[in-house]
């Protein structure tokens, strides 16, 4: 109808008019360039992924959080992650699909395979216990410990790889937050949401899911 919501052509005014308030920032570019993990994510958990994509080439930040007390244990997304690694002695990748190989780095990669959403939360149990071999063998050489850093990526920084670092902090973290190679301490449920808490102040934005936690859970207390 002629001056309606329909025009001649079959136009609906308003009808993706505004292509960023669907898209969520997320262009051709970036599509192409991220085309796999978008097309392995949940779809509820695709505006936070694109968000991070979007914000990271935006502004080109490399940033990672670091989890106090810790001085030496971080969390990023993936996109935060696959950039030089220098100053990162294990790195935790944990995506439906590993990244890129590392080139020119020392950086010992670890990478955890699981699916977007409950799904890859649930593969997390039987994914994580890949990381202890790894990070024994860094914990116990002593002249390298206090320098030994670890980053844990997600594709949103803020599930997976928080159930992956609880459990790094509730086997390896002692009290002050200095990783050990051995930590001793009688494992309990109060103990692991202690240091659950560690995670809560340091990333308040963080999200892990119930089966997450489930699965690290089954993992520490198994």
């Not at 992924?49 to 490399?62: D, E, F, K, R, V």
């Not at 803020?158 to 973290?173: E, F, P, Q, R, T």
Request: with cysteine.
């Amino acid at each position: 109808m002629p001056g309606g919501e329909d025009s001649e052509n079959g136009y609906i005014q308003g009808a993706a008019d505004d292509h960023e308030s669907w898209a969520h920032g997320l262009t051709a570019e970036l599509f192409w360039k991220h085309k796999a993990r978008l097309l392995n994510t949940a779809e509820d958990e695709l505006p936070t992924l694109i968000a991070s994509i979007a914000q990271n080439h935006s502004t080109g930040t490399t940033e990672s959080t670091l989890v106090k007390p810790t001085t030496q244990l971080y969390v990023s997304t993936i996109d935060s992650a696959v950039v030089p690694l220098d100053n990162v002695t294990v790195l935790i990748t944990i995506s439906p699909q590993a990244p890129e190989p590392l080139q020119g780095t020392k950086t010992k990669h670890v990478h955890l395979t699981c699916a977007a959403g409950k799904v890859g939360s649930r593969q997390l149990r039987n994914e994580l216990p890949k990381i202890l071999p790894v990070l024994d063998a860094v914990l116990n050489d002593s002249p390298t410990r206090a320098s030994t850093h670890i980053l844990i990526a997600c594709p949103s920084g803020k599930d997976h790889s928080i159930g992956a670092a609880l459990a790094v902090l509730c086997l390896y973290a002692n009290d002050a937050g200095n990783l050990v190679p051995e930590n001793e301490r009688t494992m309990t449920k109060d103990y692991i949401k202690q240091r659950l808490s560690w995670l809560s102040v340091s990333m308040p934005d963080a999200n892990p899911s119930r089966a997450t936690l489930q699965s690290v859970n089954a993992v520490l207390l198994g």
